[in-house]
């Protein structure tokens, strides 16, 4: 089969003016990127038409190196309704360059379930990315700036900073730096470094606001650090979140481009999902559920990491009612989790397969406690035998959940029809199940332990002196009512990321807890998370090039 780009690069791609008509949009309100790329102002978002529109989330088991698809899924997911008659659309974060040039390559999906333009998508895009770096860093400069004056001077500890700068590479060699090196007009030499743009705090808070008041308000009320007299500063106290705001006057509205097929895709936002809430903004959501009758929208990683945060950060933040949940499962990941070694997921294994069942049932589980009755879309593969489709979709049957085997990565839309008729079903039986997991009103203690025992599977929750103390100072900044984002591996459902299939009998350990009240959440810290990747030794960047024409190849 042709290979992703070569896909996306020979399909005949719509005018975006013509995409727009189809959600009832002119041309005139529309903030054109060229012919193919636009911004939707946010004045289209409607209350009354978002209390019609349904809402259905893709989640996964947990991830693999060898990949679910679950962007895929969700595109297919909304072509095939648009096949049936439905008028849909979907909703998806933006890529970051750095998985883009490392290891990852393209996250616009894949096979014949892309958003197009591709290579726009995957670059420069329209630019929220470059505007949430220079937002970030405006702050970094002005907090050097109020430790270097004379006058004016907050009196802030340098050894409090947690912020960082950011770029959206992957650069392991700024992870940890000293800066304010030269003598006495160069600034006051301190400890820092570098996290990449999409762990940016400034990504979380801006996938989070509501419109641009609230986002500058909530941009002051980021913390960064206590003065010498262990007073809290925030950026409202550098007079920051104003020109912040300023910066991000454009990358606040969501993005509309198409997919193969033609089926209107919003695009906006990229907070990570082991730090933040791992899905797209509030904003580019509730655009989609004012503009279509149905919206497909994806959460990183699997269910205990982005349909967790999905639920109780974003749609507790955002006021969506969900309708419909899909779990997207692979043999081959299911496979790994059962034990296959990564060099032998093309064996036909029912052994491991079956092994494996575990991880796809505690997932099933964790929606449950939602209230929702997941639909699993079994992504297929060429690699997948009869078998091994008939046990898993046996299996699925047995736990009392609808399941469906997804061919859109090679046949589009079509290959997707049988889920999406599920998943219409689901949406008529399912008005409003969704709980939250916890009340925001609880401590952190409770909340945390809520979701490492219900999501994760653990037996206990320990925290280290830090940990605690850190807790503490929250509680007594009055803060205590924020959502809680655990930051842990998404390679496992416990913290140890060897950890495959369903653990069992093991303790989440707490070592930190920081602070994004800027988002509306505190972060424990549960194992250690790269903030800034480095590069693989074969890079993609290698194989991404540009011929006389501007044709690009390589991005995959």
Same mark, same amino acid.
């Given at each position: 089969?042709?290979?992703?780009? +070569?896909? %996306?690069? +020979? ?54 190196? *060898? ?65 949430? #770096? $220079? ?25 409090? /900073? ?14 940890? /730096? ?20 999409? *762990? ?8 989070? *606001? ?34 912040? *705001? @300023?910066?991000? $006057? ?14 209107? %895709? ?6 990570? @999902? ?7 903004? /509030? ?20 269910? #205990? ?18 309708? @419909? ?25 029912? %052994? ?58 090679? &046949?589009?839309? +079509? ?60 509680? $007594? ?13 998404? $390679? ?11 653990? &069992? ?20 810290? %549960?194992?250690?998370?790269? &903030?800034?990747?480095?590069?693989? @030794? ?5 194989? /991404? ?12």
């Amino acid at each position: 089969m042709k290979k992703d780009i +070569e896909i %996306a690069q +020979e399909a005949k791609i719509t005018p975006i003016v013509k995409i727009a008509e189809k959600l009832g949009i002119l041309p005139e309100d529309l903030e054109l990127y060229g012919r193919y790329k636009a911004k939707i102002p946010l004045h289209f978002i409607d209350e009354e038409k978002i209390k019609q529109a349904k809402l259905i989330l893709v989640t996964a088991i947990t991830p693999t190196p *060898a990949g679910e698809g679950k962007t895929t899924t969700s595109i297919g997911l909304a072509q095939a309704l648009n096949h049936i008659g439905k008028k849909a659309i979907v909703v998806l974060r933006e890529p970051s360059l750095g998985p883009v040039f490392g290891i990852k390559g393209g996250a616009a999906g894949g096979g014949y379930s892309q958003v197009i333009p591709m290579e726009d998508i995957n670059l420069h895009f329209t630019g929220d990315m470059s505007a949430v #770096e $220079k937002a970030h860093n405006l702050l970094a400069a002005l907090i050097d700036n109020n430790i270097q004056l004379k006058d004016g001077n907050l009196g802030i500890d340098p050894r409090t /900073i947690e912020w960082k700068r950011v770029m959206d590479m992957n650069e392991r060699a700024l992870r940890d /730096i000293v800066i304010g090196l030269g003598g006495t007009t160069e600034g006051v030499p301190r400890q820092s470094g570098f996290n990449i743009t999409a *762990a940016s705090e400034v990504m979380a808070t801006l996938c989070i *606001a509501r419109d641009l008041m609230d986002l500058k308000e909530r941009l002051g009320n980021i913390f960064i650090g206590y003065t010498y007299s262990d007073k809290p500063v925030f950026a409202r106290d550098l007079k920051a979140q104003g020109a912040m *705001a @300023a910066l991000l $006057k454009d990358a606040i509205k969501p993005n509309l481009v198409q997919t193969l097929e033609g089926t209107p %895709a919003i695009i906006h936002g990229g907070p990570f @999902a082991n730090i933040a809430q791992g899905t797209n903004s /509030i904003i580019a959501t509730r655009t989609g559920l004012s503009l279509g009758d149905y919206v497909v929208t994806e959460a990183g990683f699997a269910s #205990e990491l982005g349909a967790e945060k999905f639920f109780d950060i974003k749609s507790r933040y955002g006021n969506l009612r969900t309708n @419909a949940v899909v779990i997207v499962a692979t043999v081959r990941a299911l496979k790994y989790h059962g034990g296959a070694k990564l060099s032998a997921l093309q064996n036909e294994d029912n %052994a491991s397969l079956e092994k494996g069942f575990d991880n796809l049932d505690k997932h099933i589980e964790n929606m449950k406690y939602f209230g929702f009755s997941p639909i699993v879309a079994i992504n297929r593969f060429d690699s997948d035998t009869e078998a091994e489709l008939e046990l898993l979709t046996k299996h699925c049957k047995s736990q009392n959940v609808k399941v469906a085997i997804n061919e859109s990565w090679s &046949r589009g839309g +079509e290959g997707a029809v049988e889920l999406a008729t599920m998943v219409l079903e689901s949406v008529t039986d399912c008005t409003d199940c969704f709980r939250p997991l916890y009340e925001l009103s609880w401590s952190f203690e409770e909340k945390i332990e809520t979701i490492c025992k219900k999501m994760y599977g653990a037996d206990h929750v320990e925290y280290t002196v830090k940990a605690k103390s850190q807790l503490d100072k929250i509680e $007594k900044l009055g803060l205590g009512h924020l959502a809680v984002c655990i930051a842990k591996t998404q $390679k496992s459902l416990s913290d140890d990321q060897n950890k495959r299939g369903r653990p &069992r009998g093991f303790t989440i350990k707490i070592r930190e807890v920081e602070l994004s009240s800027g988002a509306g959440f505190i972060v424990p810290v %549960a194992g250690t998370i790269m &903030r800034m990747p480095g590069l693989p @030794a074969n890079p993609s960047a290698e194989k /991404i090039d540009i011929d006389p024409d501007g044709k690009i190849s390589g991005l995959f």
